[in-house]
């Protein structure tokens, strides 16, 4: 096993179009050459389609943060995604989209999370319960109880519910059979390939979409009808379904309402299963860091009551979450379509192109980053990590359209990470070791493997 964590393989330099199309629908990571993550702006020029990537923080700052009216995101990948999102805030752009975030943003607002945190610690406790029924035995695909374990903080942050409940369960059930049907839920689909190709949307993956749809209707309908009775529990989905814009006084109507929630759960779960899966995997692979995470977690949290002061106590185990937020970024490439003629870097960016904005390349930009293939959690603390960190970090995107849940997430994240760690061991399984791929998120080809076994107390407490 080589120092450094697994990177996908790069393709050789030159291959033909056929080969390369085929690549890219397999996986976008290892259909690339290597010298991309050098560059500071690639084309992609085909007979199909043109696009250009982007790899140099001013680039992305004038696209994301400072013109984002001006690239909005490509109807490409509302087509990919519509038949589960229908008209949600991921996908929508301009006055729609505005008005979305207006009533979907003080939901997240920090003095929210403060609030749903007891929800996170009640869905931490019970992934704990299922892991300590079979720590100790056989490996476990940690990617699994990754997902299962976010789905939970979704459904209990959200609808008050655990992942039990039989509408919770049924969403989560139905949506691996929806990425079943969807060998395609690859980002490869929202990417301009051309229109002959076959298209993601078989009957089954439409059927599956709406049977989530269907229970999905469900929740909001019940909800709103306690939130007219004035029973409704105090949970983002009545924050949300109770916050009017500002500007029009308008609120969500029930089917708006349902393709925010099937965002919130897809966005919410996939990409928080993917960077905890990966942190638990690097932990295991670097010992020393996984007992500096232990002895964090065992001083900074109290068992005894759900203490929110805990999580800004907990550095060093959010130095790894954004290490592996970092290496393996959930959501590893999005695209953007010009609106108008662009000169980027001398060069011109014709109309309607397609902007390639890949978290997955910056983070490992090796003329901005030390070490940027490395597992290095003590880089944030560093002259470059800093600078890295503002300029050519963005896990979760950045600007106007920047992740509505990354405070969310990074405790969430931070939160299981360090309770997970603090209850168990963590180590490889010889002969396993997880080869990344794009799916829709960030995910090891074959899962990820981990030996679990109990631990009390840490090494270093001993
Ligand atoms: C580690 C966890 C997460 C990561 C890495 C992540 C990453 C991202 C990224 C990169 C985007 C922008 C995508 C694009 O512009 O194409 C995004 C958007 C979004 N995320 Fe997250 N996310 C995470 C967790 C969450 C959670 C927990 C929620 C909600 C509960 C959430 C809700 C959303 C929503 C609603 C959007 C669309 C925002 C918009 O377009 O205005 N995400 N996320």
């Known amino acids: 096993m080589s120092d450094l964590p697994p990177k996908p393989p790069a393709r050789p330099e030159r291959v033909s179009l056929l080969r390369y199309v085929r690549l890219f629908r397999q996986d976008i990571l290892s259909a690339q050459p290597a010298k991309l993550y050098r560059a500071w702006m690639a084309e992609f020029r085909t007979p199909f389609f043109h696009s250009y990537m982007i790899n140099q923080p001013e680039l992305v700052k004038t696209v994301l943060v400072e013109r984002p009216d001006d ?76 997902s299962h374990a976010a789905a939970d903080v979704i459904f209990r942050t959200l609808f008050s519910i655990p ?16 990425q079943r049907t969807q060998p395609l839920v690859n980002l490869a689909a929202f990417l301009p390939l051309p229109r002959w190709l076959p298209r993601p949307h078989r009957r089954s993956t439409r059927a599956s979409a709406e049977v989530i749809r269907g229970l999905i209707a469900r929740l909001t309908e019940d909800r709103q009808a306690e939130i007219a009775a004035g029973t409704a529990p105090d949970d983002l989905a009545t924050k949300i379904m109770t916050t009017t814009d500002p500007l029009t006084g308008e609120r969500f109507e029930a089917a708006e ?46 068992l005894e009551r759900e203490d929110f002061s805990a999580i800004s106590k907990l550095s060093f185990t959010r130095d790894v979450f954004r290490e592996a937020l970092r290496l393996y ?134």
């Open 257 to 302: 309402m349902v393709d925010q929630v099937a965002i919130f759960f897809l966005a919410g779960h996939e990409t928080s299963a993917s960077a905890l899966a990966w942190a638990l995997y690097l932990l295991a692979r670097y010992p020393e860091a996984q007992e500096r995470v232990a002895t964090e977690a065992v001083t900074a949290i109290d």
């Open 71 to 146: 690239f909005p995101k490509s109807d490409r990948v509302r087509e990919g995604l519509e038949p589960l999102l229908g008209n949600s805030v991921f996908v929508t752009n301009g006055e729609v989209w505005k008005r979305q975030r207006r009533i979907i943003d003080p939901a997240f607002e920090g003095g929210r999370l403060r609030e749903v945190f007891p929800a996170m610690w009640d869905a931490t406790q019970a992934a704990i319960a299922r892991l300590s029924a079979r720590a100790g035995h056989a490996p476990i695909e940690i990617e699994a109880e990754t």
């Open 329 to 462: 970024p959930p959501v590893p490439m999005m695209v953007r379509q010009a609106t108008q003629e662009e000169c980027f870097r001398d060069r011109v960016v014709r109309k309607a192109s397609q902007i390639v904005i890949s978290p997955w390349h910056l983070h490992r930009q090796p003329r901005l980053w030390d070490n940027p293939d490395g597992f290095d959690p003590d880089r944030w603390k560093t002259a470059n990590g800093k600078q890295c960190q503002r300029e050519a970090f963005i896990p979760f995107s950045a600007g106007a359209r920047v992740c509505t849940g990354a405070g969310f997430a990074m405790i969430e994240g931070v939160l299981l990470l360090a309770m997970l760690v603090r209850t168990f061991r963590i180590s490889p399984v010889e002969g396993r070791e997880p080869v990344p791929v794009a799916h829709l998120t960030v995910r090891a080809k074959d899962g990820i493997w981990l030996r679990l076994e109990p631990r009390q107390p840490p090494d270093s407490l001993r």
């Open 163 to 178: 992942i039990e409940h039989e509408v919770a369960a049924a969403v989560f059930d139905e949506f691996r059979a929806y």
